[in-house]
């Protein structure tokens, strides 16, 4: 099994929005609506910022939005701000009763 | 509110056998609704699901195609805990291992450890 499909990295200005997307396959994030996205900050523990595709947890800002169509889904920040930059992983549950990483992205606020 | 911690060794020598164990506040490992797991984050292989145990009606777990047949994660409902074993360890096994929540159709993370490294080296 390999690791979903993320952008290595990406940037955006102040204000912006930026999207990251998660390609995986029809045994993973296609088959299912259990993708989610965590943010990790170096040497921080990951936080889960969006579960079941697009569902935001308590306390997250609806700046973070989530979306899949087909086998990619996508988080999209809006408004970015400098607290913004950190690691984002996505995560998928596969047909196999498994969890599936992406790679990570690292984003930057330029 | 779940809380995790854990604790093990920070070394383990080549071919030995990697332990951590993750005790549990705010659930119980029993919970017919909860699912407890072993993650780990290295700079080559990024995040890493290794597998998870849970109680649905008996015990079972699933693991990790990469780590599959040198993995087992076991509950201790005396303690309210639960442990990762990782037989005949590499280099290749040096990272930050996580324990983490997750549950019946919850299959997301919320709830982490505070993470451990462990390096393999002699």
């Known amino acids: 099994q390999s690791a979903l499909t993320q952008p290595a990295s990406v940037s955006g200005s102040p204000g912006q929005s930026i999207t990251i997307s998660c390609t995986g396959t029809?045994?993973?994030?296609?088959?299912?609506?259990?993708v989610s996205w965590y943010q990790q900050y170096p040497g921080k523990v990951p936080k889960l910022m969006i579960y079941d595709v697009s569902h935001r947890p308590s306390g997250v800002s609806n700046r973070f939005s989530g979306s899949k169509s087909g086998n990619t889904a996508s988080l999209t920040i809006s408004g970015l701000q400098a607290e913004d930059e950190a690691d984002y992983h996505c995560a998928s549950y596969t047909t196999s009763r498994t969890i599936m990483f992406g790679g990570g992205t690292k984003l930057t606020v330029l | 509110q779940v809380q995790l911690q854990q604790s093990g060794p920070g070394l383990v020598k080549p071919s030995q056998t990697l332990s951590l164990t993750c005790a549990i506040s705010g659930d119980s490992v029993s919970s017919n609704t909860a699912a407890w797991n072993w993650i780990r984050q290295s700079p080559s292989r990024g995040l890493e699901w290794l597998g998870r145990?849970?109680?649905?009606?008996?015990?079972?777990?699933d693991y990790a195609v990469s780590v599959q047949g040198r993995i087992t994660i076991t509950p201790d409902t005396s303690k309210n805990q639960f442990s990762l074993q990782l037989n005949s360890v590499t280099p290749e096994d040096t990272a930050v291992y996580y324990c983490?929540?997750?549950?019946?159709?919850?299959?997301?993370?919320?709830?982490w450890g505070q993470g451990s490294l462990v390096i393999v080296s002699s």
């Open positions: 983490s929540h997750s549950g019946y159709f919850v299959e997301y993370f919320k709830y």
């Open positions: 029809s045994s993973d994030v296609g088959a299912h609506n259990y």
């Open positions: 145990t849970y109680y649905r009606s008996k015990w079972d777990s």
